[in-house]
C-alpha cells in the first residue's frame, strides 16, 4: 500500500495533544476492569428506547397544534432543514426560563453539539492570523482542539480556585497587544469547569465583563453543567448580565438531554449590518459558517431535543432536578471517601478541591500524574482517571489528576477511591514530606494548575 507522508497532513492531525479525546475514552476500552474517573460520560441509567419515539411524536403534535399543515411537517422531518435549525423558538424559551436569558429566536443557532458551535464561532471571531484566543486553563480539550484545527493560536490563562481572576485575564490580553497581535476571544466555563468544577463567583463574572469591554474581548461562554447547581446556588449566567453584547453562549444537550442527539446551541444576539446595510444577528450572519461545516443539524435530533422542551414547558432546570441529585450524591461519595482515604493532619501528601457540583474534582498527589502513572493505576490497581496536565495549555498540572465520578455509582466510586489510595500510597514520592502543603478538604482546596 502506498504510504501517506504524516508531515504533509494538517498539524492538527498529526498533534499529539488532539489525542486527548480518543486517549481518555479508549481507556475504558483497555481496562474495562477498571472502574472509571477518566470520562465525564453522563449518567445514563434514566434512558428509555420508548422515549425516542414520544419526544419526537411530541414535537410533532406541538406543531401540529400551532397549525404547521402535515405537508409542511414531513417536508421539515425529511428534507434538508433550515441552517440555523428548527427549535430556536423553542431554545429561546429554554434559556429565558432556565438562564434569564433574553433572546430572540434569530439569535439561537442550533448546532452538532457545542463542538461545532465553538468551531462555528471561533471562525467567526477569529478573522486574521494574529487573531489569538484566550482561554481558562486547565481547559476542556474540545476548546484546544477546535482552536487547533482552524490554526488559530490559544493562550491559556492560569485559573485559581475560583477559576479565572478577572485581572489576569486582563494582563494576558495587554500581553497579546504587546507583541502585536489581537485577542479576539475569550474562552471559559464559568460554572464547574471540567476538568476542575470551578465556579467563577459573582463579583468576578461582572468585572470579567467589564474587563471584556474594556480590553475589546468576546467571550465565549460554555455551560453543560450550569443546571446541575445545588437548590439555591445556580449563578447567573454572564450571558444573563451581559448589557454591552460581549458575550456570546454555547450551549449543549449533551448533559441535560443526551449526547447521542449531538445537539447543542450558539447565542450570539450581536447585529451585523452587511455590505447593503441590512442588520442581522450575529448568529444569522454566521450561518454560512454552519452551512459549510454541516449544512444543517439532525431534524430528527431537533424533534426529540424539541419533544423534551415542549413536554417539560421549556423548563430543562425543574426537569433535570432528580438528575442534579444523582450527580450531588456522587460528587458527596467522592469527597467523603476521600476525607476518609485522606484524612487532614496524616503525611500522605494529598490535596482535592470541593467543587459545589458538576462532573469532576481535582486531586493533587506528591508523584507525577501522567499517562503512564495513569496505566499503571488502571492495571495493577484497577482504577483510572485523567492527567490533569493534558488540559493544561502553558504546561502544569503535572501532579494532579482529573477524577470525573459523573458515570459511577456511590458504591463503585467508593471502592474506586479505595483502590486510588492504595495506588497512592504505593507510588513513590517525588518530593520529601516535609515540603508539602496542609492537606484537609477544609484548610487547603488544591490549585488546579498551581501543582508542578
Ligand atoms: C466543558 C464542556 N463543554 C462542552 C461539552 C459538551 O460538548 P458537546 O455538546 O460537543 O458534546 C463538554 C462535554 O464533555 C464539556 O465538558
Redesign the pocket.
Given at each position: 500500500m502506498a504510504r501517506f507522508g504524516q508531515d504533509s497532513l494538517h498539524p492538527s492531525i498529526t498533534d499529539p495533544d488532539m489525542d486527548s479525546m480518543r486517549i481518555l475514552s479508549e481507556t475504558a476500552l483497555r481496562f474495562p476492569d477498571a472502574l472509571s474517573f477518566s470520562s465525564?460520560a453522563p449518567y445514563d441509567g434514566n434512558h428509555d428506547l420508548a422515549n425516542l419515539s414520544f419526544y419526537t411524536d411530541r414535537y410533532i403534535k406541538h406543531l401540529r397544534d400551532k397549525g404547521v399543515p402535515d405537508a409542511r411537517i414531513t417536508r421539515l422531518m425529511f428534507q434538508y432543514g433550515p441552517v440555523n435549525g428548527l427549535i430556536q423558538d423553542e431554545v429561546a424559551l429554554m434559556l429565558r426560563k432556565d438562564e434569564g436569558i433574553d433572546v430572540p429566536p434569530e439569535a439561537v443557532m442550533i448546532t452538532?453539539?457545542?463542538?461545532?458551535?465553538?468551531l462555528i464561532a471561533l471562525r467567526g471571531l477569529c478573522a486574521s492570523p494574529d487573531d489569538v484566543l484566550l482561554s481558562v486553563s486547565p481547559a476542556?480539550v474540545?476548546?484546544r482542539g477546535a482552536a487547533r484545527m482552524l490554526d488559530i493560536p490559544i493562550r491559556g490563562v492560569l485559573e485559581g480556585p475560583d477559576g479565572l481572576d478577572p485581572e489576569a485575564v486582563a494582563e494576558a490580553a495587554r500581553a497579546v497587544r504587546a507583541e502585536g497581535r489581537r485577542p479576539a476571544a475569550l474562552y471559559l466555563?464559568p460554572d464547574f469547569?471540567?476538568p476542575s468544577g470551578t465556579v467563577l463567583p459573582l463579583a468576578a463574572r461582572r468585572r470579567l465583563l467589564e474587563v471584556a469591554e474594556a480590553e475589546d474581548l468576546y467571550i465565549l461562554e460554555?455551560n453543560?453543567?450550569g443546571l446541575f447547581a445545588r437548590d439555591g446556588e445556580a449563578m447567573p449566567t454572564l450571558k444573563s448580565l451581559d448589557t454591552a453584547g460581549r458575550v456570546l453562549y454555547?450551549g449543549?444537550?449533551?448533559?441535560s438531554a443526551f449526547?447521542g442527539a449531538?445537539?447543542?446551541y450558539l447565542v450570539a444576539d450581536q447585529e451585523v449590518a452587511d455590505g447593503s446595510g441590512t442588520v442581522r444577528t450575529l448568529a444569522q450572519t454566521l450561518s454560512k459558517a454552519k452551512a459549510m461545516y454541516s449544512v444543517g443539524s439532525s431534524t430528527l435530533s431537533q424533534a426529540v431535543i424539541g419533544g423534551i422542551l415542549v413536554e417539560h414547558d421549556h423548563d430543562l432546570r425543574s426537569a433535570t432536578r432528580e438528575l442534579a441529585a444523582v450527580y450531588l450524591e456522587r460528587l458527596d461519595a467522592a469527597l467523603d471517601a476521600l476525607a476518609e482515604h485522606f484524612p487532614p493532619g496524616a503525611d500522605h501528601g494529598v490535596e482535592w478541591n470541593t467543587p459545589r457540583g458538576g462532573?469532576f474534582l481535582a486531586l493533587k498527589v506528591p508523584f507525577t500524574a501522567d499517562l503512564a502513572a495513569m496505566e499503571r493505576s488502571a492495571r495493577d490497581y484497577g482504577v483510572s482517571w485523567a492527567p490533569m496536565s493534558m488540559f493544561h495549555l502553558e504546561g502544569g498540572g503535572r501532579h494532579e489528576m482529573r477524577l470525573g465520578f459523573s458515570n459511577l455509582a456511590p458504591e463503585a466510586i467508593r471502592e474506586g477511591i479505595a483502590r486510588l489510595a492504595r495506588f497512592i500510597e504505593d507510588t513513590p514520592r517525588e518530593t520529601s514530606p516535609g515540603t508539602q502543603r496542609p492537606t484537609s478538604r477544609e484548610t487547603a482546596p488544591a490549585t488546579p494548575g498551581a501543582a508542578a
Open positions: 465525564g452538532h453539539g457545542f463542538q461545532e458551535a465553538a476542556y474540545g476548546i466555563v469547569n471540567n460554555d453543560p453543567y454555547l449543549s444537550f449533551a448533559k449526547p449531538r445537539l447543542g462532573f
